[in-house]
C-alpha cells in the first residue's frame, strides 16, 4: 500500500491530508474521503483511510484546521470546531476542496465517491451532501446531525449514519429531526442506532479522555465498519 | 432442498408449520424460527424459510393461529391478532412451541438458535426474547415494537429492528419507547431505521392491499435481508 501527505489549499490555509492506496492496483476506482474528528487529522483517521485503500479504495483523511494540526484537548477542539463551522460556506469549502483534491488523483473514479467520518467529521460529509456534492454516499460514525442549513434542493448521495443511543451529543430529538430533513428532501437515507453505546464508539481511545460522554465500543465499532463495507458494495457496484 | 409441513401443538391446537433445510448437509446446524405476518403462515414466511435453508441453516416457518390458516383480509387479521395477543402468556406459548419444535429436529444445533419475523411474526420474536427463550439472536421486519409486559431480567437474545421511517404502524416513539427497555434490560440491540419506508416494506404483495400505511421497498427489503445475514454471521459465530 501507498500512503502519502498530500497538500491542498482552500484559499490561504494549506491543508495537509494523507492519502492511502493500493498502489499495486491499476485503472480507476472509487474513492472514499475520510474526515477525522474534531481533535484533527490524527492516527485514527489515517487507519481508516489504510483500512479503505486495503479495501480497493482510494482513500483521503481529510485535513479540517491546516497544516496537519493536532489537538491535545478536547476543550481545544471544541473551540476550534465551534469557529470552523461558526461560518457554515466557510466548513463546507474546507470539506470541498479536499473531495476535488481526491476527486483529482489519477487512481479516483469520480463518478464513484463516498464521503466518511467520525464525530465532526462525519457531519462534514452530510453538508457536502446537503451542498449537492456528487458523492454516491455518506456514511457517519458518531456525528452530528444538525445543521443551520438544512437540504433544500436534491441529495446525491445516499445516507447512512451510524450512531449511539447513548451518545448524549446526538440525543434521540437530534436524530428524529434528522430523519424529517432528509425525508423531506427526498433523500435515501438509514439510521442505524446501537444501544448501549456513547459518542466516539469507533476510537479506542475515547475512555482515556477521562468524559463520561465518550466510550470505545468494540461491537459497534465492528458492526458500523461491517455495515458501511456492504453499504460501499451497494452504491459503488 | 428438503420442505415440508410439520405439525406441532399448542394445547389442543394443532399448528402446521412449514420446515425447510437443505438435507445434502450433515451434522446440526443453527437453526432460524420464521413467524409471519399477522395474515398467517402464506406463501412470503415459506420463501423467508427457504432462503434461509439455502444459507445452511434449518428454519421452520411457524403458524400463528392453527391449522396453517390464511386469512384473506386485513381486518380478519387484525381481529386474530388482537384476540391472541390480548393474553400474552398465550401468544407468547404460541411462539414458544414454535421455537421448541424447530429446537427439537436432529439437524438443529439448539445452542445456535434465532428467531425473525415479519410485522405481528417480528413481535412473535421480541416476545420470546423478552420472556428470556435461549435465543442468540431476533431480527424484526416492520413489526410492532410495544409490549404488555416489558423485560424484566436479562434478555439473551441479541436484537436488530428493522424498521420503516415513514410506517405509521411504528412511529418513532414506539421506536423511541423499545430502545428504552432494551437499555433498562442491558440487552444488546440495534435499531435501523429505513427512511421513505413503510410497512410491510419486505412483502411485494404490500401495495396490492391498498392501504396507504403499507408498501413494498425493494432496497429496504434487500438491505434488511444482507444486514440479517451479516447478524448471522456474528451471533453463529
Known amino acids: 500500500m501507498k500512503t502519502e501527505t498530500i497538500e491542498y ?3 490561504d490555509v494549506t491543508l495537509r491530508g494523507y492519502l492511502a492506496f493500493d498502489e499495486k492496483k491499476s485503472g480507476k476506482r472509487p474513492a472514499v474521503l475520510v474526515m477525522p474528528e474534531a481533535l484533527g487529522l490524527g492516527a485514527q483517521a489515517k487507519k481508516r483511510a489504510e483500512r479503505l485503500a486495503e479495501l480497493g479504495y482510494v482513500a483521503l483523511a481529510g485535513d479540517p484546521y491546516g497544516d496537519g494540526l493536532e489537538l491535545a484537548t478536547v476543550e481545544e477542539a471544541i473551540q476550534l470546531a465551534g469557529k470552523l463551522f461558526a461560518d457554515l460556506t466557510k466548513a463546507r469549502q474546507r470539506a470541498r476542496v479536499a473531495f476535488e483534491k481526491l476527486a483529482s488523483f489519477p487512481q479516483t473514479d469520480p463518478s464513484r465517491m463516498a464521503a466518511i467520518g467520525f464525530c465532526m467529521g462525519g457531519t462534514f460529509g452530510l453538508e457536502l451532501a446537503r451542498d449537492g456534492a ?5 456514511v457517519t460514525f458518531h456525528s452530528g446531525l444538525q445543521t443551520q442549513r438544512p437540504a433544500a434542493g436534491k441529495i446525491n448521495a445516499k445516507i447512512l449514519i451510524n450512531t449511539g443511543a447513548d ?7 437530534q436524530v428524529k429531526a434528522f430523519a424529517d430533513e432528509m425525508t423531506k428532501a427526498g433523500a435515501d437515507w438509514q ?14 481511545d475515547a475512555d482515556s479522555v477521562g468524559m463520561p460522554a465518550l466510550g470505545y465500543n468494540k461491537l459497534a465499532d465492528e458492526r458500523s465498519w461491517r455495515v458501511m463495507k456492504s453499504f460501499f458494495e451497494e452504491i459503488f457496484a
Open 134 to 138: 456528487p458523492l454516491k454516499g455518506v
Open 191 to 204: 439510521v442505524i442506532s446501537y444501544g448501549g453505546t456513547k459518542h466516539s464508539f469507533t476510537n479506542p
Open 9 to 11: 489549499k482552500d484559499g
Open 167 to 173: 451518545d448524549p451529543l446526538v440525543p434521540f430529538d
